[in-house]
């Protein structure tokens, strides 16, 4: 289940057993990866070079909507990004 319709892949989610009798406790976790390419070939007036980039951000959720984060993480073993 993606973060947004438009976001980044959920690349980890786990959810807790007590989702569904405590509405208002952390009921989701999921991490996202963002990554962004090498760029080299911008002008200087952009700085000229942006090495490659790819960070995790963790994002908790009860019944009602979004209740922390994001939050920066290393990203899982198995992840995969998408590029924005």
């Given amino acids: 289940m ?3 319709a438009s976001g980044p892949p959920v690349v980890k989610s786990t959810t807790s057993p007590d ?8 009921s989701r ?9 090498e760029l080299s070939d911008m002008s200087a007036a952009f700085g000229g070079y942006h090495r490659a980039m790819t960070a995790c951000y ?5 019944y009602y ?10 990203c899982p073993q198995n992840g995969t990004g998408a590029t924005p």
């Fill in 2 to 4: 993606p973060w947004c």
């Fill in 58 to 62: 963790e994002v908790t959720f009860n």
């Fill in 65 to 74: 909507g979004k209740t922390g984060g994001p939050r920066r993480v290393d």
């Fill in 19 to 26: 989702r569904l009798t405590d509405l208002e406790g952390t």
């Fill in 29 to 37: 976790w999921d991490v996202i990866q963002i990554h962004h390419d």
